[in-house]
């Protein structure tokens, strides 16, 4: 089987993240980049359906030309050709979408496996816009997804339990984050990945209009929550919950 | 002049609560225009009934056999139908687990553009909402005609219902033929209250040290308070306790009176998803742990020792 896995370049998720003086972005300067960790997931569950299925994996990233080095990442883990699609500044879910959706018309995979959300935008939209654009089923929140013939069955985290659907492929689904433990790249693994073939396009090459339909206007910081008080023992504390937070 | 289409969430011919988060915005939105409420399911007729008194213009039963369970292509074209019929500038969800699945399909089906998780109403067209885990506020504008968003439960006040007024409007649901099928739903059963809902949280992390541990420690103070039981993503990847049960940046997002943090470190993808909470208290066995930065009162305790004496003393103090 033949699967499209997408890889956004996103802040590495243990810098807390500062928002320019104007507002107008976060600070990036000096800070890591890393493969958003739903995706990382993604191309973890894509390699494992290879490796039981046979077929291909090709990595499909929208960002600058910086982002080649997480479609290497990608590579590395063993993914087999990869596609960067180049947008300077921001791209929306939905622009992103429609940019994945002309990649999928070219290459026809089976399946596209997204993470369930970009840890930068937090928006969870990109997979599910794709899925309607596309008219093709969805599973999103996947923590399991087992593979027989044409039919693909997914657990799905959601609010009060597990939930299985099922589809025939194509379709598309989203990670989440039980669905595995993403693999180390080896040493050999980052060698190959160097020689893999990584193809760029433009949005227009593509025929997509990015042009935002959802524009981020100017980001703050939220009010930090006030410092709190250590309390010496448990007899203080259940004092203070009851006198003075009156919580209880 | 807006005209908002707030679509409720019911199972089992009940709403359920997140909706009347929903319903606060759409109201918001809806000033000097007009909000309408959906209700879709195989026999929605009561829950629609149950909607008539938060002054909707209109309340929608939209019932259809193939809508009997929850799933995102029938429910996102019967959604699109309703907010085209119904000329809808605005759809609004709550943001649950099905309302952040579907939302994206109908906003692609009627060319909106959409914000996920809004946290405030600004304008007809600006909203605020969170982003990178809760660290960073964004405002965002929706530029196109029709805007859907999505509403986090936790920032908006449910809605009060008033006396009942007008009836429930049928509509015609077709709800086409969905590619994905329904196998089962496995569900958690539990007889303490929702996480979202509840108004005291004991939540637990590696601290508790084992399974066994969590069920000695977090689950009879949760008993004693009457509390819903919360945890990190750390114990929900190890097994310990179901992940319907996680709070955080991918888990749920709550905001109790009370939170208990139970041997939580408090990473910021945790922190996300209870620093609305109005009390904290976090106990820890390390003085430097980041969850007493936002910890309204910390004791640093080791849990084995701390838990059953503020058990005691509880139980002192409340007779
Ligand atoms: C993309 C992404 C999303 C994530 N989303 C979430 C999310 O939604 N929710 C979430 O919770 N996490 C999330 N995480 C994980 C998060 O980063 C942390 O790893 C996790 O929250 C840590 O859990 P913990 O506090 O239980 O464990 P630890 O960080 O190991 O902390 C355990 C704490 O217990 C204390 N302790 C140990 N023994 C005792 C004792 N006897 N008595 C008292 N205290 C004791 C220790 O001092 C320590 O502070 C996410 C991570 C990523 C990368
Ligand atoms: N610029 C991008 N490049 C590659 N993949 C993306 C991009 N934006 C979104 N995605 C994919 O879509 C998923 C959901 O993103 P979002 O809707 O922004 O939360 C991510 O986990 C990625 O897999």
Redesign the interface.
């Known amino acids: 089987m033949k699967i499209l896995v997408t890889v956004k370049r996103v802040?590495d998720?243990n810098v807390?993240?500062k928002?320019k003086p104007d507002g107008s972005g976060?600070v990036t300067d000096g800070v890591n980049m890393i493969v958003n960790p739903f995706d990382e997931i993604a191309v973890e569950e894509s390699l494992k359906l290879k490796e039981k299925n046979g077929g291909e994996v090709v990595v499909l990233s929208i960002g600058t030309k910086d982002t080649t080095t997480q479609i290497r990442a990608a590579l590395a883990m063993g993914a087999d050709r990869g596609i960067l699609v180049l947008a300077d500044g921001s791209v929306?879910?939905?622009a992103a979408?429609r940019l994945i959706k002309a990649v999928y018309e070219q290459e026809k995979p089976d399946l596209v496996v997204l993470g369930?959300?970009a840890?930068?935008?937090?928006?969870?939209?990109?997979?599910?816009?794709l899925?309607?654009?596309l008219g093709?089923?969805?599973?999103?929140?996947a923590?399991k997804v087992d593979v027989a013939g044409k039919t693909v069955?997914v657990t799905?985290?959601?609010?009060?339990?597990?939930?299985?659907?099922?589809?025939?492929m194509p379709?598309v689904v989203t990670a989440?984050?039980?669905l595995n433990t993403p693999r180390y790249a080896s040493l050999p693994g980052i060698m190959k990945a160097k020689k893999k073939e990584v193809k760029e396009f433009t949005p227009a090459a593509l025929g997509v209009d990015i042009a935002?339909?959802?524009?981020?206007?100017?980001?703050?910081?939220?009010k930090a929550?006030?410092?709190?008080?250590?309390?010496p023992?448990?007899?203080t504390?259940?004092g203070?919950?009851?006198n003075e937070?009156k919580?209880? | 002049m807006a005209t908002v289409l707030v679509i409720a969430e019911q199972a089992g011919g009940k709403v359920k609560k997140a909706s009347l988060a929903a319903i606060t915005a759409g109201q918001q939105l809806a000033k000097g225009g007009a909000m309408h409420i959906g209700v879709l399911g195989e026999n929605p007729a009561d829950a629609a009934a149950s909607l008539l008194g938060y002054g909707a213009a209109k309340v929608h039963a939209a019932a259809h056999a193939g809508l009997a369970h929850y799933?995102?292509?029938p429910f996102?074209k019967v959604v699109a139908d309703l907010a085209k019929a119904n000329g809808a500038t605005h759809v609004v969800l709550p943001a649950?687990?099905?309302g952040?699945?579907?939302?994206?399909?109908i906003?692609?089906?009627l060319g909106?553009?959409?914000?996920?998780?809004i946290s405030a109403v600004v304008d007809d067209k600006?909203f605020k909402r969170?982003?990178?885990?809760?660290?960073?506020?964004?405002?965002?504008?929706?530029?196109?005609a029709v805007k859907v968003v999505t509403v986090r439960v936790s920032e908006f006040a449910a809605a009060a219902a008033g006396a009942a007024a007008g009836e429930v409007a049928k509509f015609a649901a077709d709800p086409g033929t969905?590619?994905?099928?329904?196998?089962?739903?496995?569900?958690?059963k539990s007889a303490r209250p929702?996480l979202t809902e509840a108004s005291i949280i004991v939540s637990g992390g590696r601290g508790t040290k084992s399974k066994e541990g969590y069920k000695a420690t977090v689950e009879p103070l949760a008993d004693l308070l009457g509390a819903a039981v919360g945890a990190t993503?750390a114990i929900?990847?190890d097994g310990w306790v179901?992940?319907?049960w996680q709070v955080g940046?991918?888990g749920k997002v709550v905001a109790p009176?009370?939170y208990f943090a139970l041997g939580i470190s408090g990473a910021?993808?945790h922190v996300a998803g209870m620093?609305g909470s109005?009390?904290?208290?976090a106990i820890n066995k390390d003085?430097d742990a980041p969850i007493?930065?936002?910890?309204?009162?910390?004791?640093?305790?080791d849990l084995a020792k701390?838990v059953p004496?503020?058990m005691e003393?509880?139980k002192k103090?409340?007779g």
């Open positions: 802040m998720y807390k993240p928002v976060v929306d879910p939905d979408a369930k959300q840890i930068d935008d937090d928006s969870s939209q990109a997979g599910q816009l899925a309607e654009y093709l089923p969805q599973a999103t929140f923590s069955t799905r985290e959601v609010d009060g339990g597990l939930e299985t659907i099922s589809f025939d379709g989440d984050l039980r935002p339909k959802v524009k981020v206007l100017k980001l703050e910081e939220p929550r006030q410092a709190g008080q250590k309390v023992d448990v007899a504390l259940v203070k919950l009851r937070a919580a209880l | 799933l995102a292509e996102a649950t687990a099905q952040k699945d579907v939302a994206p399909r906003a692609a089906r909106a553009g959409m914000a996920s998780d600006t969170p982003m990178w885990a809760g660290n960073v506020v964004g405002a965002v504008e929706i530029t196109t969905p590619k994905a099928k329904f196998i089962k739903f496995e569900e958690v929702e993503r929900v990847d179901p992940n319907d940046q991918t009176q009370l910021i993808q620093k109005k009390t904290i208290v003085p007493f930065q936002v910890a309204d009162y910390g004791l640093v305790a701390a004496e503020l003393e509880i103090v409340k």
